[in-house]
């Protein structure tokens, strides 16, 4: 595969991973030589699911978080979508859970942290995830979570408050309301899923099992699991809070962020906020300015126009590279 489209822009190297309609690929952006993650996908071999990419697309390019995977370019061309993705070198979350068979509560806290923290932040925006899954959390170098794959994401016309229908994400993490074809609220059906997310980092396994579909929803909708011993009360009090049958007596995510066993020996409350700022970094503009040949005002309107082509990639690897403590230097082309 030649991949002309990215020459010049992107070193490509080895794939480092293939699911259902995509390829993944390590590359190197060439003006700043930082890693990043660039998802192939075939327009043809698309087919039915060309819609996710393009809901997933519009997704990323309004969500901006220290806990949701950066999206940083777009390139369409006759048969291809490429977007290049921030770089989760640690893999996924749910590889890292099946090799420690189960987490220590400690650790299972600073993760769930960063997952509400990522989801209170879309929920915020007027976004629901809905297939909330640890196959969906990715590690980058520095074991901080991120969140990937926002193509069943929902942004109901109107706000939050308004209902979905659409039955979507994996069975094990859908909420009972969901898989009953009954109308839903997509931040209802997210804790739900954030619940089974919960249960599976600190016991290994899911609390609703079985390789028989019908059966699976047998078992989800009657809202019976079992808690294995080692389990703290106030993390089978908090589970229980986001596994409740009833969507409106689940826990919100605003009462989420100061649950005790959140809060406990971290006592802070989850915080939302993105880490990015609204307003462009100067040392990121003076140095683009610079190798443009532009002047900074130029400069800063054409970053603001946030198209998502190289530029945009290019602010934001810069940044990545400040935020890291690396110095705000483009590599010179010769
Ligand atoms: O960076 C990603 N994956 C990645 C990167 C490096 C390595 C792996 C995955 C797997 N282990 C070897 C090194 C990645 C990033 C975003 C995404 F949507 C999908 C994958």
Redesign the pocket.
């Known amino acids: 595969m030649s991949y002309s489209e990215l020459k010049g822009l992107y070193h490509l190297r080895e794939t ?2 293939s699911g259902g309609f995509a390829k ?1 690929k ?1 590359a190197y952006h060439s003006l700043t030589g930082e890693k990043v ?1 660039i ?1 192939i996908m075939d327009k043809r071999s698309l087919g039915e699911d060309l819609p996710r990419v393009k809901t997933e697309i519009a997704a990323m390019q309004d969500l901006c978080h220290q806990h949701i ?1 950066k999206l940083y370019q777009v390139i369409e061309t006759a048969d291809r979508f490429y ?1 290049v ?7 996924e979350l749910f590889d890292y859970i099946v090799a420690k068979d189960k987490l220590e509560e400690e650790e299972a806290k600073i993760f769930f942290r960063q997952i509400v923290a990522a989801v209170g932040y879309i929920h915020n925006k007027g976004y629901a995830h809905r297939d909330l899954k640890p196959e969906n959390l ?1 590690l980058d170098e520095d074991q901080n979570l ?1 969140l ?2 926002f193509g069943l994401c929902a942004k109901p016309r109107g706000g939050m408050e308004n209902v979905l229908y659409t039955c979507c994400g994996s069975p094990a993490y859908a909420a009972p309301e969901l898989i009953s074809g009954r109308e839903y609220l997509g931040a209802e059906a997210d804790i739900w899923s954030m619940g089974i997310l919960l249960y599976a980092l600190l016991c290994g396994y899911l609390p609703f099992d079985d390789e028989n579909i019908p059966q699976l929803y047998k078992k989800i909708q009657s809202g019976k699991y079992e808690t294995p011993w080692w389990l703290s009360q106030d993390s089978k009090e908090l589970i229980s809070a986001m596994l409740q049958l009833d969507p409106k007596r689940r826990v919100t995510i605003n009462q989420l962020v100061t649950h005790p066993w959140l809060m406990e020996a971290i006592d802070m409350p989850v915080e939302w906020n993105s880490k990015y700022k609204r307003k462009v970094d100067d040392d990121c503009i003076t140095e683009l300015a610079v190798h443009y040949g532009k002047s900074r005002q130029e400069m800063e309107a054409d970053v603001q126009e946030w198209k998502f082509d190289y530029l945009t990639a290019t602010y934001f690897l810069l940044l990545e590279k400040k935020m890291k403590g690396r110095p705000v230097r483009l590599i010179q082309q010769q």
């Open positions: 480092i991973g993944v390590l993650a998802k995977c977007m993705l921030e770089y989760c070198p640690e893999g990715l991120k990937i794959d």
